[in-house]
Structures are given as C-alpha cells and as structure tokens.
C-alpha cells in the first residue's frame, strides 16, 4: 500500500527529503498501532524502501513511500538512506495484469496469496530470508505464464499450486536472480546472501510439500501434506468422514470428532431430538 506525497519539483518552494517523508509515514504508522487492536507492531527501524506494519491475523502490510511529480506524472521511491530511487509501479501493475488471460487471473491472484501466506509462516525465526511480496508475486505470475497448456485444459488450485511451487524452486535453486518484468537491470531478489540458504531450505520443504500432495491418493492426505507447509490455513477437505491412520503402527493422524446435537422447539424448550454427526431439523409449526 503506497503513500504518495506530490508537488512539481521544478518549483522554487522548498520540498520535503526522502529521509523526511520516511519519517513522517513511519510516525503516523506507529501512532495508527497505538489505537488499532489488529495491529501487533511497526518494524523498527523500518525497511530501506518501505515501512511495515505486522498484523496479529498472522500479515503484514509494507508501505513504500513515494514523490509523484504532479507536472511530468513521474514517480520517485524515498528510501530510508536518504536517496530517491526511480521506482514507478504502474507499469509492473499493467504487466501483472496481462501477463495470463483474463479467464485464469483470479486463480493467479489466489496462487499469489497461497505464497504470501507461507512467507508469512515460515519466517517468522528468520525475517531477513523472508521473499518480499513483489518477488513471489512475479514469480508466480511467470510461472503460471509458463503453464499455458494446463492452464487451456483447467486445473485446481492445489495442483496449480504443486506445479508453480515445483518451477520456483527448480528456478531459484539454478539461479536467485529474479529480473524485473518491466526493468531488466532491477534485480527483484533482495535476499541477503547469507540468509539464501535459509530461504532455499524452507522453499525445498514447501516444494516436498507439494509433490507429496500431488502423490497423495485422496483428498485428505493431500490436505494433511499441505498443511504441514501452511498450517491452519490450508483448509480440509469437505468429506463426511476422515480418518487418516499411520500404517506402521495403525496410529490415527487425523479424526473427525463425533459432534452430537440437541435439537429444541426454543430455547429452553421441550428436546425434540438428538442427533450424531448431522441434523434433520423437524417441522415445528
């Protein structure tokens, strides 16, 4: 979520510094915590080329701030060192909009916030190999441009996902560069080095993940291979029954509670049934 400050900086009026602007955004973020139960904190000292608020719902929200120049419509980066960078996203945006067909964005939009989410989880002991937003979401979009076969014929979420992760890490294992779509000099990739390794391990455990969902045989050991990559965010398949047992030791992984429910004419009423694991609700008129 940008913020943009905007005046002509041909004028003669005197004009805020990058380092100014930074502060000012980091200011009104932090005071925004203050009163905003959702919110758990502001990175502190905030990021080079953005602020970033973390949210409890397990998110953040990195906010870059820019100059727009209201005469030329250019538009500048104000970086934490003080120096602006050249940095217009409209471009990026109109390329991440044609880049699949208009049938098959919304799955890519979904791929991305799949990825986002892992991000999310996985980092949380080691912030500085986490993948920034934009670098997973041009990955994915590149990869899914890749997949124009599969895409011609319809797939799923979760084996467009298996697929996407498979060529991310087949990539990035080869070679970490990631150039801009619409800059080939920008490198998007600003993992330090010394955290790669870090990031490469979590991304080879998402990719077994992947191919373990792929291999799977139904539906519920796909979902319990994804989960172990996203947790309680990867949602369980919708069967009557699932029970998942581990064959050396006929151990059960995963169970479906019994639920029982009491059915009543009203609150406090006359019990009219009770039911196991469904509930016919009677007619009471």
Known sequence: MGVYFSWD???????????????????????????????????????????????????????????????SDQRRLACLSGKWEESDPKPLHKWFRDVVDHEHRDQLRRLVRYLKAWAAIEFQDAASARPSSVLLTILAAEACREMWAERFWGISDDTALGLVVGKLYERLANDRRVPNPVDAEEDLNRIPQEAWEAFLTRLAALNDAAQLAESAEDEASAALAWEGAFQFLMPLPETDEVEIIEESSSKALMQVPDVVIHVYDRPGGALLSTCRNEVEVPSIS
């Not at 009026?13 to 915590?33: D, N």
């Not at 905003?36 to 000292?45: I, K, L, R, S």
């Open 9 to 71: 900086k041909t004028s003669n009026q005197a004009s805020p510094t990058a380092k100014q602007l930074r502060a000012w955004v980091q200011s009104e973020l932090q005071q925004y915590v203050s009163h905003a139960g959702e919110t758990v904190d502001v990175v502190d000292p905030p990021k080079e080329r953005c602020s970033r608020a973390i949210y409890s719902q397990q998110f953040h929200i990195d906010t870059p701030t820019y100059h727009l120049d209201s005469a």
